[in-house]
Antibody
């Protein structure tokens, strides 16, 4: 059974930093593109970033470019999102998600989602 | 960047059929695949349709996806509505640099 478990959310002041983790199990983690998507409670979904299977290719939404860094440790089956210079508008539930196909050159679609971790940015 | 526009809400009765639209603001709807995600209240999203019309694993065939180049839109159709289908539905697509979600449609089954 595919499982994605996010952790690392919490309360951080504006300008602060936070690292989110997503522990994956039930599939060959190193074969899949992985994604981060966020959602302000009561609002819609927003794509944040994705990373290819070996970590050599990453992409970011314009709103987080230069502040967030996505990475992965395939030996630990874990996806990360390092968030710096946090702003009030970054407050949201952050979901990690797995892509639908394995061993592909480009991402296709989100297939499995975690339960999310809440990030609150406030002084 | 383009936008995907969905109706804010739709409602229909159990057993009926409903269609949720997703209109792309620029660029062809057929140029990249469209996905649909379901999010029930208090839950994480789940994948319903990927690559325009492929049902995700475990999704019943009451759910179908399509695209219409003439209106530059995608559609999610749910037939034989059940109360458990009540949820928010999001379309999603992408271009060369960005993944984009629609604003979401709240489906009420009443």
């Amino acid at each position: 059974e595919v499982q994605l478990v996010e952790s690392g959310g919490g309360l951080v002041p504006p300008g602060g930093s936070l690292r989110l983790s997503c522990a994956a199990s039930g599939f060959t983690f190193s074969n899949y593109w992985m994604h981060w998507v966020r959602q302000v409670p009561g609002k819609g979904l927003v794509w944040v970033s994705h990373i290819n299977s070996d970590g050599s290719s990453t992409r970011y939404a314009d709103s987080v470019k230069g502040r967030f860094t996505i990475s992965r440790d395939n030996a630990k089956n874990t996806l990360y999102l390092e968030m710096n210079s946090l702003r009030a508008e970054d407050a949201a539930v952050y979901y990690c998600a797995r892509d639908v196909y394995e061993l592909v050159l480009v991402p296709a679609a989100l297939n499995y989602w975690g339960q999310g971790t809440l990030v609150t940015v406030s002084s | 960047n383009f936008m995907l526009t969905q109706p804010h809400s739709v409602s229909e009765s159990p057993g009926k059929t409903v269609t949720i639209s997703c209109t792309r603001s620029s660029g062809s709807i057929a140029s990249t695949y469209v996905q649909w995600y379901q999010q029930r209240p208090g839950s994480s999203p789940t994948t319903v349709i990927y690559e325009d019309n492929q049902r995700a694993s475990g999704v019943p065939d009451r759910f179908s996806g399509s695209i219409d180049s003439s209106s530059n839109s995608a559609s999610l159709t749910i037939s034989g509505l059940k109360t458990e289908d009540e949820a928010d539905y999001y379309c999603q697509s992408f271009d060369s640099s960005n993944w984009v979600f629609g604003g979401g449609t709240k489906l009420s089954v009443l």
